[in-house]
């Protein structure tokens, strides 16, 4: 049985920093990442990472996200740096495997940037 567990969401002032972790088990995945989703809004990528560290940004967190993941222990983290109010939202961790293509979600852990 696949299992994601997020852990590290929070409450950040503009301009700070937090650490988002997802533990995953029951399978190796082709493909680890993050998607965020705003209230009102549509779930967006924020960053993904295959297993041989090829990783892919969205343009909004170029040069402030850091996506990382460890093949052995099967986590995958997001280092967000430079947080800004629009970065509010779920943040979701996402998994998948590619032949087939079956993706898997974690419940979702929620980051607010306010002063």
């Known amino acids: 049985q696949v299992q994601l567990v997020e852990s590290g969401g929070g409450l950040v002032q503009p301009g700070g920093s937090l650490r988002l972790s997802c533990a995953a088990s029951g399978s190796i995945f082709n493909v680890m990442g993050w998607y965020r989703q705003a209230p009102g809004k549509q779930r967006e990528v924020v960053a993904t990472i295959t297993n041989a560290g090829l990783t892919n940004y969205a343009d909004s967190v170029k040069g402030r996200f850091t996506v990382s993941r460890d093949n052995a222990k099967n986590t995958v983290d997001l280092q967000m740096n430079s947080l800004k109010p629009e970065d509010t939202a779920v943040y979701y961790c996402?998994?998948?495997?590619?032949?087939?293509?079956?993706?898997?979600w974690g419940q979702g852990t929620q980051v607010t940037v306010s002063s």
């Open positions: 996402h998994a998948a495997r590619i032949f087939p293509w079956t993706p898997y």
